[in-house]
């Protein structure tokens, strides 16, 4: 079945630091990949997104490359905020309509910034 | 623009108490989904919707009921509380697929099962 395994965390960085977190998948075809972020006490909010292979996603900073030939979709900020604070989720949705609106996330992993 | 509304945000159940954990929406979306977030799991999905009147079972769906009468309204039942159930719960929805698909997540209920 379908599958995400992002790196344990938690991250510790100091600011301005770069940000890479891993993220790989394991789908039948060319599946949808997401990041979300959760601040504290908060919902997930989605990060940024890539739909085919070879395209990049991009938000904030933020950016990530949808590898089909190593089945990644790493996260990466070239230099963080103590705002960037937060928990970080890969996500993906399968192929095929049956999964519209369905996501399998990732363990999640959390980065702290400090000043 | 209120979005996804979850209630209560904290709650507490003795084993075996009932309860139902509400989500609305006002986005006049198809997809609803309840999610459970476990430290070191992720999110797992438990039950999702498609439309008014048609439910499914995700991942986890053991010990849960949900149905959908409106669009709007996404409640998710908990006939007989345990421990397992412990945690946090999130619902979501988004308006379909492709390119444009995002889900829009609750600020989610911390429940505590003793």
């Known amino acids: 079945g379908n599958s995400v395994t992002q790196m344990e965390g938690p991250v510790t960085l100091s600011e301005e630091a770069f940000l890479t977190i891993n993220c790989t998948y394991t789908?039948?075809?060319?599946?949808?990949l997401f990041w979300y972020v959760q601040y504290p006490g908060e919902g997930l909010q989605l990060l940024l997104k890539?739909?085919?292979?070879?395209d990049k996603g991009s938000n904030k900073g933020f950016e990530a490359t949808y590898r089909k030939e190593t089945t990644s979709f790493h996260l990466e900020k070239g230099s963080v905020q103590v705002s960037d604070s937060a928990v970080y989720f890969c996500?993906?949705?399968?192929?095929?309509?049956?999964?519209?609106?369905?996501?399998?996330f990732g363990q999640g992993t959390t980065l702290q910034v400090k000043p | 623009n209120a979005g996804v509304t979850q209630t209560p945000k904290f709650q507490v159940l003795k084993t075996g108490q009932s309860m139902t954990l509400q989500c609305a929406q006002d986005?006049?979306?198809?997809?609803m989904s309840w999610y459970r977030q476990d430290p070191g799991m992720g999110l797992r999905l438990i039950h999702y919707?498609?439309?008014?009147?048609?439910?499914d079972q995700g991942e986890v769906p053991n010990g849960y009921n949900v149905s959908r009468s409106t669009t709007e309204d996404f409640p998710l039942r908990l006939l007989s509380a345990a421990p397992s159930q412990t945690s946090v719960y999130f619902c979501?929805?988004?308006?379909?697929?492709?390119?444009?698909?995002?889900?829009?997540f609750g600020s989610g209920t911390q429940l505590s099962v003793l």
């Open positions: 979501a929805s988004s308006y379909g697929g492709g390119d444009n698909e995002k889900l829009f």
């Open positions: 789908a039948t075809g060319y599946p949808s």
């Open positions: 890539a739909t085919k292979a070879d």
């Open positions: 996500a993906l949705r399968g192929v095929g309509s049956s999964n519209t609106g369905k996501l399998i």
């Open positions: 986005m006049n979306h198809e997809y």
């Open positions: 919707s498609v439309g008014a009147g048609i439910t």
